[in-house]
């Protein structure tokens, strides 16, 4: 089947005229025809996700979010398309754009198009493709939007700078990314930041079970996808021993790899001993590395001095936040021959015929695994707007069930004993930054945890 | 993508006239046109194949499979698209035919036809196409077989059936399942296995790293690029803990499910209670499992009384060696639906509503990741005749290069200690059968550990 | 040797006058004679401590601590003589008491007194010697603490209600404990706490490698010392999944024991799921359990309801902080026979003749081996009185050259892009709580990641 | 206490005349008075040997051993002593004596001769005390031995040195050791066994329980009850991958610890390298190992050049079967320094200071824990004498109820598909020898699996 994506010559998605079956035409997605393969992924997707489904139910009646006009900037898969139909659900009006030029599931896309909501993504859009969709996702005949869900911050900066006189009428930006938090805090050093903003990524079910859990998983997945490599035995260096570092390196080891790591601060240094990795500087290990997989969060943490003394076959991905893990410029000369084998794989050659894998291009190699319960958080504030670390608890409750775990409950004793109630929440007010690994910090205007409904 | 490939109407591959770029037209596949793709995925996979690579290069002179004219059935992937094109670069004539009338990978079909081999097999073969190919196989203007290569049994079966007269010039059978290797045991109760057979299934190499490791990666790969499912918490029934049954349970447990095991045996149950796995009947655990996986070698391990108690959305697969683990006769009856969500997918509804979700309609999920190593071992007997035990050792010591790995020496004083050779064998001559979890039994006539070039 | 031990029948050690070799009398314990295998243990404890060695040489000859008096309450083990020790090379006097009645190393005390550091406690004190011992270590001619180090509060409870009139000179108090923290909070909430007061229990480096990662290791230790039980097959019921409890089921998982997890927090009970711990009430699981080991930090957690349907042989103990988890007075009826059967384990006899296996009397059992690290943090304090956050920082940095590991360093460049300072702090301000799981709260008057150098 | 066993200068326990409350005089022991505090050890043995009381009860009425004389050389611990009195229970008359002389549990040895057993060994023999007590459990007054049970070799060398004329009258040798083993295969090969032996080291319980799970769990015990040394971030050097190899590799890795493994063996190497070790040769790694294990059987393994090269503080010890893993000899001259530190706890000091920790004198480190379910083993054959391969299943059958497993049954199609009887054996009549790494080989005069019943 690669191929004959590869062969699809087809014209742009901006060029074609399509209508969902109820004469809507306010999107532009690669086929409205694939709708009905999206809508099973998403039913698979539901699955996985009994906590937005259960809000579905638990509040479809109030719409808490009734007068809410979402406009988002996230990958488009069939997690997010759960998590827009739940907005919907709960009253909001919503229209959607991928912050991601390759992450789009086009019959997903195609799906909640269907379902009504319009969307403004394909795979594989240009750079100009991108932000003409942006546009096109925060301009609308007679709609505004009063809300943002963000995912890097691109939708934030274009309305920042496109349309300043929208900011008047947001009444929320939640940020996903540590990198679009980043921003905003410069926002907010220099004044601008008129509207509250949630930093997601700082919440405790983000670190806790996105970044840790999800990685865990998703970078098996990513690399077997992309390469069928088998990890037994293989040599991997992780950089970074933060969250997504503690997933990578946990998932690699029990499936048998020989796990290296390589960190700057030595707090997490020196979990990474206790947890039985080897801490290297990366030049002392990139020689015999089979594997480098950054998580870092910073910038040019593997450049093309390291990447010139690789092996042959040394696969190279990113599960940092940002694409700039990876010195790609480095790797665009003349003397390297870049060939594509297969999508999202790049060999990029070297004049001795070395081989170096390069997957995603640098870019994240979980998109379409590691960007659900984030949201999850997101909206569960929805319903709980006032006590914060409660919510926090609320959306660890409410997947529970998923796993048949039963809860004890403490006595009233018990609970005087420990001087909490006995409903919760059980953790402390400071647990809020729980084992975060970021740098970023808070401020007067960007409040964590929180949700869209604290905007309503 | 799938969407495309579900609309694929197109007239069968018998239907089409197609020849490679040297004229050849003594073949029968999806598309030649994909060679150049299925070549790219040939070159990923002699990455992670360097004994074969190896062993080109260490033979390639001497030609020791010169005069060996093959005959394959198994399934076409771009490993084994690497052991036919080592076998070529030893010597010998090939003719390939798929053993599983989906797991053809049409590209890579496409490419070892395009290096001059007749291939007969596509993915998505009917019953009639699957011996059609076979037979197109065996038959040839002015070449027959004397050297049987199968997985299943099929193949062999079909010549014992059709072509008697060619067993004469056979000088050997290669089989590589459990299934397979009991049809020639039959054969050989019944006095008709004329022809020295050799089982690769009991060699260690097979039971140790194809069952074992090669589980433990494909259970994960699977079960994720079908579903998507999260492991962390998941409670999951695996039947069966032989080495299939462990690396399955290995790989689960490490990335957070609850594994349960069932098991007749009771030396493998108790190394499963060792290993940390709850050790029940399948009765007892039936109701709360999120997925159910076969890996007994058995048949109706699963039946319709079990698949009308799993939960809504329990997944079920297969993991064993043959398709009989789950009962799909009790499961095609009138007042259930099926619905095919994927390709390898189907959710199997039930009147109140309930979706079992059945991959691979039964059979074995990991058809491209496990089946490598134990062609690398059939071709290993290739240079090593004699001394069958040290095969395994040869085979072993081509693999350490790819970790890096330093084999310790005996001096001349600790190898009289032990009272063995400096070089090997280091096992005892009984050691072959190490940790089989079979009930094939050996037979004057079948040999284990061997490979073609015994029969030359 | 057990049986020495029980039968010594010797007189108590406050009627014995003894003598160091430098003529030294004020101090008690069992035997100054075995002051040198004391010393030995001291020896082998050294070389598990590189920070505080590496302490002593880099600020021996500044004498930090020079002025400092300091009461220490603690296990005495010879991880606390390290501590102990080190104190006094940076300057500090010191007298020293048990926090606990059975957990006195008497040749690890004996080497301390020879060292010249007043040492007032013996294995197996009376709750009447207890008191006396710390009132010894309080009063002595012509010294007056300056400086309290306590673990549990009993020493600093004595002071405040006996020798208030020495809190006036009391510049610190530095307390391990969540409930000696506790009893502090308290004295504050009450406006009684006068003295600025160290929680070395909310600090980085002691719950992550303190709680998490000692735990792992003590909690199999501990068990094998007392019972030799065998882990693997062994079903397990964990109360609490804190860092305590995480630590003691990762270790029990990896051995190969069945296990399972209670708790009240979902946040907590969303993490055991997914680490792949079935999260069950205890009275689902009570009949089943082999083990059943208490980290709540609460108490009554196990009640005689409980004790009365545990199977026989089931064994008992607790690893949180308090000693009240496991409801003891309930088993100390008429009906039920006790027996010691070795030190720190009794069977207690059912009428109907089940044994249940008690360790360590429902006290902490993981005395002698996790309560190290905490004490590093306190020491550290002494070179870094300005930035906590620091601080902790540091403490890892020290103890990496005992990994061989190799920090990476920030380029000036990637500093700037994080926006911090290329040596640290690299975490957040908000860092300092991280992960904790105890319901303590901080108060003005509560610093903590601080310690003794802070008050000079 | 430790102290207190070092000063105890007492007479030997060859000068001093005890007699059991029967007034049985025929044994030599320590101290007769410690037989209450050994029972309760063997009856908190008892409680992990389920198999063995099973056989109790079972077998007692019948006393299948009636007319056995058995002399015993193992080590005397608490499962020993569970052994031999199930040995008496089941009709037999034993003497006993110690394989080691300082692996002898003092009390243990009181307790079984108070139960009417002669046992004759202390800990702490010397060499001439050893070969006393060997002599002295061979001989007795109107008693000759007609069975041996032997681990190590040494009570079949004494008797065929000494005793020639009591060969005639032995039925059968239980041989435990590789040693041992090898020992009786040479006097085969020059054809002096004239007595059937049997080898219970390479049965399959013996194999995959013993070696694996025990030292799994006793490598980490016989280490931190001698140096209480912890595992997190310590680099670990493993010789050998063998199951013990597997099992301490395991184990360490589950705790932390980074794992090396040396291997002479490709099939081993490749096991490990999968399992996620790297394989080194033994001076690439000897420079960095905080700890060194050997595990290989072989001789001459760790060398002094080897030692000469470790770093400060570095722990040596052994778990393979002989002692002569670890040079000793090398360390025994005038310029190193011995220490002992603790019991089974030297220091080796080299002239500039360094400290080499070598445990139990390089014996094996595993002395009380390990011994066990190979004797179970012996035993089972009791009942089953006919067919060898079922008795493993019955031994493995006997030990599943501990874990409440529930085994699941064939139905009569199932096993007619499987060409196998519904109760077994389910294994392979060439299963028997599975997984073993010995090197030692079979004979027409040693056959494996069996036990002392098949002599009678």
Same mark, same amino acid.
Request: net charge neutral; charged share 25%; glycine share 8%.
């Given at each position: 089947?690669?191929?004959l ?11 074609k ?18 709708a ?28 808490p ?20 139909e739940?907005l919907?659900?709960l ?6 754009v ?16 269907e379902?009504g ?8 859009e ?7 969709c ?8 007679a ?16 309305? #920042? ?14 940020e996903?990314?540590?990198t679009?938090v ?32 999800? $990685? ?9 996808r992309t390469?069928?490599?088998?990890? %037994?035995?293989?040599?991997v ?17 029990a ?17 990474a $001993? ?38 042959n ?6 599960? %940092?936040?940002?694409?700039t893990?990876?010195?790609?410029? =480095? ?5 390297l021959?870049?060939?594509?084998v ?15 894998v ?10 379409? $695994? ?29 997947h529970?069930a998923?796993?048949?775990a039963h809860l ?8 005087? #004993?420990?001087?909490?109630s ?6 402390p ?9 970021t ?8 409040h964590?945890?929180? %949700?869209? =409904?604290n $905007?309503f």
């Open positions: 089947w690669a191929s994506i590869f062969s699809e010559e087809e014209s742009s998605p901006r060029d005229l399509q209508r969902n079956s109820k004469g809507l035409a306010d999107f532009c997605i690669k086929n409205i025809d694939q009905d393969f999206g809508r099973r992924e998403i039913e698979v997707a539901q699955q996985e996700m009994p906590a937005l489904m259960n809000l579905r139910k638990r509040a479809e009646e109030e719409k979010l009734s007068g809410a006009k979402v406009v988002g900037c996230t990958h488009i898969t069939a997690q997010t398309a759960v998590l827009i739940t919907v659900a009253g909001a009006q919503c229209r959607w991928a912050c991601n030029i390759f992450s789009t599931q086009n019959a997903v896309a195609a799906a909640v198009v379902g909501v319009p969307v403004f993504a394909w795979k594989g240009s750079e100009d493709d991108f932000w003409w942006i546009d096109r996702s925060v301009c609308a005949d709609w505004q939007p009063n809300m943002i869900l963000d995912d890097g911050g691109d939708l934030t900066h274009w309305i #920042y700078k496109k349309y300043p006189s929208l900011l008047k009428r947001i009444r929320g930006i939640v996903e990314s540590v679009g980043f921003r905003l805090y410069q926002l907010s050093k220099a004044g601008k930041l008129c509207v509250p903003a949630m930093n997601v990524n700082d919440s405790v079910t983000k670190q806790k079970f996105d970044n840790l859990y999800c $990685c865990r998983e998703s970078i098996l997945d990513g690399l077997k390469t069928d490599v088998m990890f %037994g035995g293989k040599q260096l992780v950089c970074g021993y933060g969250e997504v570092g503690k997933g990578c390196c946990s998932a690699l080891k499936l048998g790899a020989v796990v290296y790591v390589t960190e700057v601060d030595p707090i997490c240094a020196l979990q $001993c206790m947890d039985g990795f080897r801490v290297l500087k990366l030049s002392e290990v990139i020689r015999q590395a089979d594997m480098v997989i950054t998580c870092t969060g910073n910038k040019n943490v593997v450049v093309r001095e390291h990447l010139d003394r690789m092996k076959g040394c696969i190279v991905c990113n599960m %940092g936040h940002s694409n893990e990876i010195d790609l410029v =480095s790797l665009h000369t003349s003397e021959k870049w060939e594509r297969r999508p999202q794989v790049d060999h990029i050659i070297w004049p001795d015929g070395k081989r170096i390069l997957l995603a291009e640098g870019r994240l190699l979980n998109l379409s $695994c590691s960007t659900v319960p984030s949201f999850v958080l997101s909206i569960t504030a929805t319903t709980q707007v006032g006590e914060r670390r409660w919510a926090n608890e609320y959306v660890a409750s409410l529970l998923t796993f048949d004890s409950e403490l006595s009233d004793d018990q609970a005087k #004993y420990l001087g909490i006995k409903n919760g929440p059980f953790k007010s400071y647990y809020r930054s729980a084992n975060t690994h740098h970023t910090h808070t401020h007067t205007h960007t964590t945890n929180a %949700g869209l =409904s $905007c």
